[in-house]
């Protein structure tokens, strides 16, 4: 049977200047201090992912320490993290052999990013081309309204090499939208779903369930990747770990 080993990732800690007397809290002024990003997987079978050799001595880590600020390192950011990921799943694969990993992450803007050609409602005009950005090609979705539609291909750009817009994209898909704004101002509200033709679109599960750059990079190399819920650190195992 092939093991499978749970891998947790990501922390940020701060390293201020001044150290406190015990039962002292310094209030530190502002600038001091330095920002230190650790970001590192832990795994259940030897607390960090890393690679040992015969004296037990550590050969490969996966660790990637940056110290972002002014003067300092670019903020991490996903094209960061998809490098380390890289390197992550490498020296998984060589540390435990025929083993699929499964990666967890929380909810991070990085972890989430997706690919420049992804489809997002919000980033469209209302009309064919102009300034808009071209977005992949799609397939209408089983949750469209219109069932003899649903599995059908859509091309995102029209036969001239033209971004499409709301309009004829909701169209396609067989929604009437005369008479509909374009996008909500200054934005929808929470509970409405077709208040304006963005909205509408954005609730289209094809633009709703778009993978991650980062779980498709994961996935591809034959492993799992989950997130955690939102706003719920404490789920996080490397929330417990104290990187020095």
Not at 41 to 65: S, Y
Not at 80 to 107: R, T
Not at 239 to 244: G, P, Q, R
Request: aromatic share 6%.
């Amino acid at each position: 049977m092939v093991r499978t080993y749970v891998i947790v990732v990501g922390d940020t800690i701060l390293i201020p200047v001044e150290r406190a007397q015990p039962d002292e809290q310094i209030l530190q002024k502002k600038g001091r201090g330095r920002i230190i990003h650790v970001s590192d997987f832990v795994e259940e079978e030897n607390g960090r992912l890393i690679i040992r050799d015969e004296e037990g001595v550590i050969v490969k880590d996966a660790q990637m320490i940056i110290y972002p600020g002014t003067g300092g390192d670019p903020w991490w950011d996903h094209t960061q993290l998809l490098v380390q990921v890289d390197k992550a799943i490498a020296i998984f694969d060589k540390a435990h052999p025929g083993c699929k990993g499964v990666f967890i992450f929380n909810q991070s803007s990085a972890h989430g990013s997706l690919g420049p050609d992804a489809l997002r409602a919000f980033d469209m005009n209302k009309s064919n081309g102009g300034k808009q950005r071209k977005q992949k090609d799609t397939v209408i979705p089983m949750n469209n309204p219109h069932e003899g539609l649903r599995g059908k291909p859509q091309k995102m750009t029209t036969d001239t090499g033209e971004a499409k817009g709301l309009k004829q994209v909701l169209e396609e898909r067989g929604f009437n939208v005369a008479g509909m704004s374009a996008k909500c101002s200054p934005v929808c509200a929470f509970e409405n779903n077709d208040c304006c033709m963005a909205r509408l679109l954005s609730k289209q599960d094809d633009f709703r369930l778009q993978t991650s750059l980062l779980e498709q990079k994961i996935t591809a190399k034959g492993h799992h990747c989950i997130f955690l819920p939102k706003f719920h650190c404490e789920l996080n195992p490397i929330e417990m770990v104290l990187f020095i």
